[in-house]
């Protein structure tokens, strides 16, 4: 009788993915018993390797570079760690009985006993290869930018972050390096643009007087950034995008600061990654008011949709979401260092990962299509649509606001736009890519 694994990590959701080097969104991965290669442990926990176990059947590696083995990390009680791989091996070579062998971290039951659920199940099915030397996920190709073979590598890495390929390079990439020719506490009048886009995106523009900060490891910030207000924002040449896209930001912030929309446009149809519950709204639906706020929100509008933003809160767990504030604050004064990535699918879900690489907030689509099918009214000023072009023209503010009195001060260390849903297991990587570059 052929006996399997089964692994349960979280409820399938809407992020949950059938691969990834990490391990995030892979909600739920059986295997066949017979493909175990070894089992060991480490304090609190076995790890299972698996032959044959990966979502890709052949690879090209350049050298250094290895495909990991697919593997399981179960989380165990402290001291029965070969008593777990004991019962397990002995499961897999008795003749009869149950065939599964399931580990339910949701309904937290397991066919073993010593097995503790104070930790998670880490399941990990490899996509890219791994650098032995390092450790890393490596996205390396043997192909150049002349298409020959054996030449240089050609690099996806934008300001030490590795888009991984080039069809998910931004459009627009506001960075750290823009900004190294601004010292601290000068005015920052121009942010030259790092993505594909070039200098048709620079950003020569702005309102008030947003101001370089350097970085301070004794506060726990590592790069240079600009301070974003309504008061003092930045004016962005008009970034387009029509359908599926990921937006990606790095902020530091305190607890204390607060949070309010980091990009907008003009007219202020289109904005997020939040707004307040407390904002008004003029009749034609442009936004009047707003103020920062500390609680986790995930919000977002796009172009000529003028009723309220598509929202949720982050602050929970509903929608199988991990549970998020903005700025943390810390004891001695520390400045929290926030990665967000908003990613929009080809069916118009809205997704939001932090800097763990998890998914925060998740907004299920909500378009003229959909709403149709209810046989409910709809019109560009329906609540909560998901639809529409992303048109990006201001970074700091909602439209043309520029009261002191309105949103939050944030010092902003990049942000960017690539053209394309990159999916969940490479948006993932770069929150979590963003959150260890910039912090300290």
């Not at 003029?282 to 949709?305: E, M, Y």
Request: proline letters at 3%; charged letters at 20%.
């Amino acid at each position: 009788m052929k006996k399997f694994f089964l692994f349960r990590k979280e409820e399938v959701n809407a992020s949950s993915v059938t691969a990834s080097d990490s391990g995030k969104g892979l909600s739920v991965l059986a295997l066949p018993a017979d493909s175990l290669a070894f089992a060991s442990a480490d304090r609190g926990s076995v790890v299972l390797a698996f032959n044959s176990a990966t979502k890709y059947e052949e690879s090209n590696l350049t050298d250094g570079e290895s495909i990991e083995k697919t593997t399981v990390k179960i989380p165990c009680e402290t001291g029965k760690e070969v008593g777990l791989i004991e019962s397990i091996l002995s499961f897999i070579s008795r003749d009869g009985g149950k065939s599964i062998m399931k580990f339910d971290a949701v309904d937290q039951t397991s066919t073993f006993s010593p097995i503790s659920f104070d930790s998670q199940i880490e399941p990990k099915v490899h996509i890219n290869p791994t650098k032995r030397f390092t450790g890393e996920p490596s996205t390396q190709t043997f192909i150049g930018s002349g298409g020959a073979v054996g030449v240089t590598v050609t690099s996806n890495v934008i300001a030490d972050i590795d888009f991984g390929v080039a069809e998910n390079k931004p459009l627009v990439d506001f960075n750290h390096e823009g900004l190294s020719g601004f010292s601290a506490a000068a005015e920052v009048t121009g942010w030259d643009n790092g993505g594909t886009g070039g200098a048709s995106y620079d950003i020569a523009s702005n309102v008030g007087a947003p101001l370089a900060d350097g970085a301070r490891p004794n506060l726990g910030t590592s790069q240079k950034s600009a301070s974003i207000s309504p008061e003092n924002h930045f004016v962005v040449p008009t970034v387009t995008v029509q359908n599926d896209y990921t937006i990606y930001m790095a902020l530091y912030g305190r607890g204390s600061s607060g949070v309010s929309p980091v990009y907008s446009s003009a007219d202020t149809q289109t904005l997020g990654p939040t707004l307040g519950s407390d904002a008004f709204f003029n009749s034609d639906g442009s936004v009047a008011k707003f103020r920062g706020q500390t609680i986790g929100n995930f919000s977002v509008r796009h172009d000529l949709k003028t009723g309220a933003p598509a929202s949720t809160e982050t602050s929970d767990t509903s929608n199988g979401t991990t549970a998020f504030k903005y700025f943390r604050e810390f004891e001695d004064s520390s400045f929290d260092v926030v990665s967000l990535v908003i990613r929009r699918d080809s069916s118009n879900n809205m997704y939001m990962y932090n800097g763990d690489g998890d998914v925060v907030g998740f907004i299920d689509a909500k378009t003229a299509s959909s709403i149709l099918s209810l046989q409910t009214k709809i019109s560009e000023a329906t609540d909560g649509r998901t639809d529409g072009d992303l048109v990006i023209e201001r970074l700091g503010t909602v439209g043309s606001l520029n009261s002191a009195a309105y949103g939050a001060k944030m010092q902003l260390a990049r942000f960017g736009v690539i053209t394309k849903d990159i999916g969940s297991a490479a948006c993932s990587k770069l929150a979590t890519d963003l959150f260890n570059f910039y912090k300290v």
